[in-house]
């Protein structure tokens, strides 16, 4: 069974830094894209970052471009949102989610989801 497991959210400042985790198991990062979706109150889910292990390729939500950055460690079977320059309209439930598809953008591309890990930006 496919397990994808999240962590890292916490409560920081606005300008702060965080760096979420995604440990997944039982799916192969060549056939998979691995990405982060946010949903906060009030607004759908919405696909933020992806990365394709395979070839490195990588997708940011222009929100977030220039201030989250994905990356990926194959030998820890671990994908890694390093989030800067946290602002407040960044607060949401991120969730860890991984998909057939070549890039998730969507949450149809979804075929597994994990647990939402909570960041909250104060002002």
């Known amino acids: 069974d496919v397990q994808l497991q999240a962590s890292g959210g916490g409560l920081v400042q606005a300008g702060g830094s965080l760096r979420l985790s995604c440990v997944a198991s039982g799916l192969s990062f060549d056939e998979y894209a691995i990405g982060w979706f946010r949903q906060a109150p009030g607004k759908e889910r919405e696909g933020v970052s992806c990365i394709r292990s395979d070839d490195g390729n990588t997708y940011h939500v222009d929100s977030v471009k220039g201030r989250f950055t994905i990356s990926s460690d194959d030998a820890k079977n671990t994908v890694y949102l390093q989030m800067n320059n946290l602002k407040p309209e960044d607060t949401a439930v991120y969730y860890c989610?991984?998909?057939?598809?070549?890039?998730?953008?969507?949450?149809?591309?979804?075929?597994?989801w994990g647990k939402g890990t909570l960041v909250t930006v104060s002002s």
């Open positions: 989610a991984a998909g057939k598809s070549y890039s998730l953008r969507s949450s149809g591309a979804v075929d597994y």
